[in-house]
């Protein structure tokens, strides 16, 4: 246009005016008689949907059974029927002429949760008899249709295995008793029910009747920590009349489980995992006390107590009742520092009630336990020579004055204390209760230079206040050195004869009585002269004393010589 003349331009641009404004009253024309044009009749349904879900749990078929809401509509939107306002949903069967033609059509092969529009043409409807007083002859007929269930006569249980254990020792079997949570949903996802939210496990039977058929199939083969989606018919679950309250009739369930526990009334304990030490002399009997370490948990693994927690071992008598029934068999037969588990069912355990918070009713225990020692309230100190010199002039005795040196443990091996660490031995008077009756008795009748291993039981040891309480301990000693102890009784023995003028001896003042000073440096010069010894490892003062005291019959402080004696001159005591 740009090129033409001035006069051509102005021609030009008036031609297409024109044929502009003859175009758009054309087309006002065509809406205008479209508008007012009979509708064009419908041959077959007409399906527009509205909301297809992620998933497709499952698609009618024809012959399913299905649930479902709907809205029925004319095309002017006037409502003539709702199953919502009826509070239930229509249920019926597909392809059985159940339904009018049209809607038998439009449900095949909808999903779970789909919604859909449907236009449904009269002669697939009610045709020119209409319905009564409500659907006219020669109807279209709209339908919002919300599938929420549907299943088929011939349906079992359907199991999908969501997540499998490592490891599955056992499995579900009819009669076994378990454990489990669930959540239960109707196909379309609506809860009905949740052990989760009582926070309490759902506990029964299995394969003898106690739950619905299809719950009783869905758990055989089960493993402890499986989870699982158990999905069911009506026929398998509360069939035509629901559970009368949250489960609707003809209601497909769905449940999504997890195992956390099974046994069988006719299970023991059983033990595994055991770690046995190399050298084991001597395993536990009924009557034996205990001392053990354990973590305890239930059989999906949920702790619930230990021992380490408290940092100290479970000390008790087995074969004795003192413990639960499947505890007390299992420590029979153990040796110490061997470690193994022990599963008890919960009727050698805690039983229906279990604990209360912790343990929970019907529940089976596991124990990892660890043996760090027992006894018999009738053992003895073991003696065990380890070394014995070539040479052994004399052996220990009662009275002695011994000096030794020990390593102390316990008897997983757990150092308790060692007099090398102090770079000095350990001396004692042997009878005179300055050590433990188990160390008592294992140094008696020991060679200098000999070594000797001992198992002292606490009741021979530091009983139940020991370090720790009930302990076993275990001393490796070696003899360094002893000095011959007096006679049983005596705290001081003449090496010469006896002098006739010993009072007048003492009474170096002549006074006619002895002083203690008098009485003491008399005594301690006799030892030093090698004619009188003392009893050795004790005090030589105090021994002094307590032979000045047995002297003075009145207690005035002073021996006068009828009061002085020998011993040989009236009962024993340790005196003169």
């Given at each position: 246009?740009?090129?033409?003349s001035p006069?051509?331009?102005?021609?030009?641009?008036?031609?297409?005016?024109?044929?502009?404004?003859r175009?758009?009253?054309?087309?006002?024309?065509?809406?205008?008689?479209?508008?007012?044009?009979?509708?064009?009749?419908?041959?077959?349904?007409?399906?527009?949907?509205?909301?297809?879900?992620?998933?497709?749990?499952?698609?009618?078929?024809?012959?399913?059974?299905?649930?479902?809401?709907?809205?029925?509509?004319?095309?002017?939107?006037?409502?003539f029927?709702?199953?919502?306002?009826?509070?239930?949903?229509?249920?019926?069967?597909v392809?059985?002429?159940?339904?009018?033609?049209g809607?038998?059509?439009?449900?095949?092969?909808?999903?779970?949760?789909?919604?859909?529009?449907?236009?449904?043409?009269?002669?697939?409807?009610?045709?020119?008899?209409?319905?009564g007083?409500?659907?006219?002859?020669?109807?279209?007929?709209?339908?919002?249709?919300?599938?929420?269930?549907?299943?088929n006569?011939?349906?079992g249980?359907?199991?999908?295995?969501?997540?499998?254990?490592?490891?599955?020792?056992?499995?579900?079997?009819?009669?076994?008793?378990?454990?489990?949570?669930?959540?239960?949903?109707?196909?379309?996802?609506?809860?009905?029910?949740?052990?989760?939210?009582?926070?309490?496990?759902?506990?029964?039977?299995?394969?003898?009747?106690?739950?619905?058929?299809g719950?009783?199939q869905?758990?055989?083969?089960?493993?402890?920590?499986?989870r699982?989606?158990?999905?069911?018919?009506?026929?398998?679950?509360?069939?035509?009349?629901?559970?009368?309250?949250?489960?609707?009739?003809?209601?497909?369930?769905?449940?999504?489980?997890?195992?956390?526990?099974?046994?069988?009334?006719?299970?023991?304990?059983?033990?595994t995992?055991?770690?046995?030490?190399?050298?084991?002399?001597?395993?536990?009997?009924?009557?034996?006390?205990?001392?053990?370490?354990?973590?305890?948990?239930?059989?999906?693994?949920?702790?619930?107590d230990?021992?380490?927690?408290?940092?100290?071992?479970?000390?008790?008598?087995?074969?004795?009742?003192?413990?639960?029934?499947?505890?007390?068999?299992?420590l029979?037969?153990?040796?110490?520092?061997?470690?193994?588990?022990?599963?008890?069912?919960?009727?050698?355990?805690?039983?229906e009630?279990?604990?209360?918070?912790?343990?929970?009713?019907?529940?089976?225990?596991?124990?990892?336990?660890?043996?760090?020692?027992?006894?018999?309230?009738?053992?003895?100190?073991?003696?065990?020579?380890?070394?014995?010199?070539e040479?052994?002039?004399?052996?220990?005795?009662?009275g002695?004055?011994?000096?030794?040196?020990?390593?102390?443990?316990?008897?997983?091996?757990t150092?308790i204390?060692?007099?090398?660490?102090?770079?000095?031995?350990?001396?004692?008077?042997?009878?005179?209760?300055q050590?433990?009756?188990g160390?008592?008795?294992?140094?008696?009748?020991?060679?200098v230079?000999?070594?000797?291993?001992?198992?002292?039981?606490?009741?021979?040891?530091?009983?139940?206040?020991?370090?720790?309480?009930?302990?076993?301990?275990?001393?490796?000693?070696?003899?360094?050195?002893?000095?011959?102890?007096?006679?049983?009784?005596?705290?001081?023995?003449?090496?010469?004869?006896?002098?006739?003028?010993?009072?007048?001896?003492m009474?170096?003042?002549?006074?006619?009585?002895?002083?203690?000073?008098?009485?003491?440096?008399?005594?301690?010069?006799?030892?030093?002269?090698?004619?009188?010894?003392?009893?050795?490892?004790?005090?030589?003062?105090?021994?002094?004393?307590?032979?000045?005291?047995?002297?003075?019959?009145?207690?005035?402080?002073?021996?006068?010589?009828?009061?002085f004696?020998?011993?040989?001159?009236?009962?024993?005591?340790?005196?003169?």
């Amino acid at each position: 246009l740009f090129l033409l003349s001035p006069a051509a331009h102005s021609l030009s641009a008036m031609k297409m005016i024109q044929c502009v404004l003859r175009m758009l009253f054309l087309s006002v024309l065509v809406a205008f008689a479209a508008c007012n044009a009979p509708p064009v009749p419908l041959d077959d349904i007409l399906i527009e949907k509205t909301f297809v879900p992620e998933q497709c749990v499952r698609a009618v078929k024809v012959g399913d059974y299905v649930r479902y809401h709907y809205i029925g509509t004319f095309p002017d939107g006037k409502k003539f029927d709702s199953s919502y306002d009826r509070g239930s949903t229509y249920n019926v069967f597909v392809g059985k002429k159940q339904l009018i033609e049209g809607m038998d059509k439009a449900l095949v092969g909808m999903c779970v949760n789909e919604r859909s529009l449907v236009k449904i043409p009269p002669h697939l409807a009610y045709g020119k008899r209409g319905y009564g007083d409500i659907i006219p002859a020669d109807s279209i007929l709209h339908f919002d249709v919300l599938l929420l269930d549907v299943w088929n006569p011939e349906d079992g249980v359907q199991i999908n295995t969501y997540h499998t254990p490592s490891t599955c020792e056992r499995k579900v079997e009819v009669s076994d008793y378990v454990r489990y949570h669930y959540n239960g949903t109707l196909l379309d996802g609506t809860l009905f029910d949740s052990s989760h939210t009582r926070m309490r496990t759902y506990d029964t039977y299995v394969g003898i009747g106690w739950l619905i058929a299809g719950m009783d199939q869905g758990l055989l083969g089960m493993c402890v920590g499986e989870r699982r989606i158990i999905t069911m018919p009506p026929s398998l679950g509360y069939g035509e009349n629901g559970d009368g309250s949250d489960i609707p009739g003809q209601a497909s369930l769905v449940f999504d489980v997890v195992l956390l526990d099974l046994h069988n009334p006719r299970d023991g304990i059983t033990v595994t995992n055991q770690v046995v030490p190399e050298s084991c002399t001597r395993k536990s009997v009924s009557g034996d006390f205990v001392r053990y370490h354990y973590n305890g948990s239930l059989l999906d693994g949920t702790f619930f107590d230990s021992s380490y927690s408290r940092n100290r071992t479970y000390d008790t008598y087995v074969g004795r009742g003192y413990v639960i029934a499947g505890m007390d068999e299992g420590l029979i037969g153990v040796c110490v520092g061997e470690k193994r588990t022990i599963t008890i069912p919960p009727h050698l355990a805690y039983g229906e009630e279990g604990t209360g918070s912790k343990i929970p009713g019907s529940a089976v225990l596991v124990f990892d336990v660890h043996i760090i020692d027992f006894h018999n309230p009738s053992d003895i100190t073991e003696v065990k020579v380890t070394y014995m010199p070539e040479e052994c002039g004399r052996q220990t005795k009662k009275g002695d004055f011994i000096k030794y040196h020990y390593n102390a443990s316990l008897m997983d091996g757990t150092s308790i204390d060692s007099t090398y660490n102090y770079g000095k031995t350990y001396n004692i008077v042997l009878g005179a209760n300055q050590v433990v009756p188990g160390m008592e008795e294992g140094l008696m009748e020991m060679c200098v230079g000999e070594k000797r291993h001992l198992i002292i039981p606490p009741h021979l040891g530091y009983g139940e206040r020991g370090v720790p309480g009930s302990a076993v301990l275990v001393f490796d000693i070696e003899l360094i050195d002893m000095e011959e102890g007096l006679p049983e009784g005596y705290m001081f023995i003449w090496n010469d004869d006896v002098s006739p003028d010993l009072f007048a001896e003492m009474d170096k003042d002549e006074n006619k009585q002895v002083e203690p000073s008098e009485f003491t440096d008399y005594i301690m010069r006799q030892v030093t002269e090698g004619k009188g010894r003392l009893a050795p490892g004790f005090d030589p003062y105090r021994i002094i004393d307590n032979m000045f005291s047995n002297q003075d019959r009145n207690g005035d402080g002073k021996i006068t010589e009828a009061e002085f004696k020998l011993k040989a001159d009236e009962p024993a005591h340790d005196e003169l």
